[in-house]
């Protein structure tokens, strides 16, 4: 036996209250009515052989007592909704509320709302908890917990612009010993689950949807945004990617969308297809703006409707080069229309390690190769581990295209690169790789390690190509290479974690906020993965409970009835 | 609680006391000395009905002297007749506030009782007087006879006002000091005596009258859990002294006042059938005349 309304504990507790509170009111009854009569000589009488109730000694109406506490512990009962014990066999219940952006659609999360609602009334309060699955997974309702609570805690939820987080739920029900023996999740919404998480689940967890199939809202929304080097050569552009997706029967047409850069109209961009569902705007100023791409007619799922981009921005840095390094080092500069050879106001120098040029300017040093032990020496700031900053290094200065094989050779000793934090940047080169004969001057990578480590030390990295809630990866294709430095975007903004939800991430400490967009064809095309068995509750429970509570009222009644008439017939005081 | 007695017009049935014609109240014998009615007296003379031969002495009517026996016997006899003279009645009625008690109290079956035994007993050409009584006694009304008579009754009786408590013993006790001719004392009362119905009933055994003893009882009197407020544990104050009493009201505690109210009615009437007193309860809830018809058996009540 349960309670739909209250656990064990509390019930128990209730009815021992009600009880001690009827022997108290029956103790405390001494009001006399005063009642006027010509017979007082006969109940003088009458009252000799049975005299009057007295403080703690008057409780002898026993059998009233009773009647009263059956009344009462029937309604408290009738109350607490008993049910008919466990229709479930025992099984535990995880309630995932999908609160998503794939239940944006109006109604869908109140229907959602409502069914949970009425399948909490059937299952016991100890077998059940109730998960909100919107950006993160969070416990709405605990087991044990009264599920009048439920209403409490969802009111004013509302589905966040996140994909569904359910592929987090499933790996938890993975977890050994997470959860009791057997367990079912049951999904209330459209998550998709896919073949993938079902394969690895272990065979006490079931996975079942609230709702039969649902077909798939008609809908139309960006799943994919991000920006690459111009292809036209010019290093203060990028070009942008735009990808579209739909549902149903709306097709995508690129002139589906408006574009906005920094809240103006973007007019006179050049637009290419990019097949299938794509397009790409070429030569965007990459001068810092929020570009804002969103679609013209507004559709059943808002949250995909628009994405924004913050655009990289690019300026001319000014670079010195100090003339004890030849100059080959001045020759890469001037062919880097980004970078301008200047002797005055430099803002990044090169130069022998040990020079006085440039002063505390950030610097790139050349040493001999034996007051160095690796070939490249760079100190970087911030919370990165040794790993990641030298994967860093070796992607964002161009070094994984050197030729470290011929110049270790050439050297006779390892070409390493050794990474350790500083306050500030640098960058400590062997001086003689300088030398043609090592052949990095002449080198593919040579140019690119120039002009990167010195857009590097002045802090200025990369672009990225978006922020997407819930997700690190880059866009990548084999058309498009957009540049996406992935988790080192987020690192730079000082989160661990991916952005929860679309919307704006502030930089910490103030600065330039990032936008982050939904960007799930997940969500857009309505997937709902592998089709799930339907859950329905047993019938049993699905009557029971309501149909005993009103027995009982109706048995407290029909009490409640005789005692009146009882009174009245004088059959008790 | 207390209510006033009814007016003159309110109890004085035209309809009620025709309905009484057929009734009559009849002693077995009375004493001599009043005047010439239709109650059998235990004088033999100046009647209408031969009872008897007596020899004649000095003195005797000589209209009675039987000539015919003279003639035949020799012997001077005269006839005896039976004398029928008036039986005086007296009406003894309780105004105690017991008796103006509830919604329909006592007092109202009281006055129509009264005045019903008043018609009868005027009817039949006898003297009806009128005595009220609570804590004193009080004489509403010589006794007189002749049907012009009950219209005063009726007005004395309406005047009667609640007073004070039931005390029936000296009552009883005061009717008998005033040495009035020994007639039918009518006592209409609830018999709620403080001082015990033992005492009641010594008084009445000591007085030369005979008895007709009206006891007015209300169904509350019988079965109080019947009254609305005779609920849980209740504070019963006495309607006259004042005097409360604390009762819970279980159903034992009904059932023993039950046992001791039948007790009571039971002892009243052992008393009168053993003293040959005429007995009557009456039910205040109830019709009247229904139960004086049922009363009168025959037609009549023989004391």
Known sequence: MNFANLSWPWLLAGAAGLAGLLYV????????????????????????????????????HWLAYLLSLLICLLLWLGLAEPRVDDPEGGQYHV?????????????????????????????????????????????????????????????????????????????????????????????????????????????????????????PVPNRGIVAMGLGTAASGRWDTVDVLV??????????????????????????????????????????????????????????????????????????????????????????????????????????VFRRAGEAFGGDLPAVEFAPMNEQEAAFEIRYTGNLDAESALRDSLQGLGLSLIDGAGMAAEAGRPVSVQTSGGETRSISVWLELLDERFNFTASRAFPLFVTRTARWLTEEDAAY?????????????????????????????????????????????????????????AVTTGQTGVELPAFAPAAAGLAGPSLLALLLILAALALLAFEWYAYQRGMMP | ????????????????????????????????????????????????????????????????????????????????????????????????????????PKIGVALKVALALASISLSQHDSVGLFSFSDN??????????????????????????QGATELVQAIEGVERLRLRRGLLVVISDFYDPAGLDAVLGSLRQTRHRLLLVQLIGNHDLDPAGRRDMRGDVRLRDCESGEAVDVSLTPAILASYRAIVNDFNERLTTFATGHGAAFLRLNTDEDVLPQLAAAFEAGRIEI
């Open chain 1, 95 to 215: 309630l995932f509320l999908d609160g998503s952006a794939h239940m944006s659609a109006p109604g869908d999360l109140e229907r959602a709302i409502e069914r949970v609602r009425d399948d909490l009334r059937r299952l016991p309060d100890d077998q059940r908890e109730v998960i909100w699955g919107g950006a993160r997974n969070l416990k709405l309702l605990n087991a044990g917990e009264e599920s009048l609570l439920f209403d409490r805690r969802v009111d004013g939820l509302v589905p966040e612009g996140a994909p569904s987080a359910v592929a987090d739920q499933l790996d938890l029900l993975a977890l050994p010993g997470a959860y009791p023996e057997a367990v079912r999740l049951v999904i209330y919404g459209r998550a998709p689950v896919s073949e993938e998480a079902l394969d690895g689940l272990p065979e006490n967890v079931e996975v079942q949807r609230a709702q039969g199939p649902e077909e």
């Open chain 1, 243 to 348: 990808r579209v997706a739909s549902a149903g029967d709306l097709s995508t047409l690129p002139g589906d969308v408006e574009l906005s850069l920094d809240g103006a109209p973007l007019s006179g961009a050049v637009i290419q297809d990019a097949p299938p569902d794509g397009f790409v705007l070429r030569d965007i100023p990459a001068a810092g703006g929020l570009l804002e791409v969103r679609m013209s007619e507004p559709d059943a799922l808002p949250a995909d409707d628009m994405a924004q981009l913050r655009l990289p921005e690019r300026r001319e840095l000014r670079v010195a080069v100090s003339a004890s390094l030849g100059s080959v080092l001045a020759d890469a500069v001037q062919a880097d229309p980004g970078l301008l050879l200047a002797e005055a106001d430099p803002e990044v």
């Open chain 2, 137 to 162: 006694l009080e004489m509403k009304l010589k006794n007189g006879s002749g049907q012009g008579r009950l219209m005063r009754v009726a007005e004395r009786l309406a005047e009667l006002e609640e």
């Open chain 2, 1 to 104: 609680m207390g209510m006033a007695a009814p007016t003159v017009d309110e109890f004085f049935d035209t309809e009620f006391l025709t309905s009484l014609q057929g009734f009559s109240l009849w002693a077995r014998r009375i004493i001599s000395g009043g005047r010439h009615a239709e109650q059998l007296s235990k004088d033999k003379g100046a009647g209408l009905e031969f009872a008897d031969y007596k020899a004649y002495v000095p003195g005797d009517d000589t209209r009675t002297i039987d000539w015919n026996i003279y003639r035949r016997l020799g012997r001077v006899v005269v006839k005896v007749f039976e004398e029928r003279q008036e039986l005086p009645v007296y009406l003894l009625v309780d105004r105690s506030s017991s008796m103006y008690f509830e919604d329909a």
């Open chain 1, 465 to 521: 190509a978006y922020l997407a809630a819930g997700r690190l990866a880059p866009e990548d294709s084999s058309e498009f290479a957009l540049t996406g430095p992935g988790d080192s975007a987020t690192r730079l903004l000082g989160a661990d974690l991916p952005p929860a939800r679309s919307g704006t991430l502030e930089a910490p400490g103030g600065g330039l906020s990032y936008p982050v967009s939904l960007l799930s064809a």
């Open chain 1, 25 to 60: 009111l029956q103790q405390l009854r001494i009001r006399y009515t005063e009642v006027a009569v010509p017979t007082a000589m006969f109940w003088r009488e009458a009252a000799r052989d049975a005299p009057v109730r007295v403080f703690r000694r008057r409780f002898r």
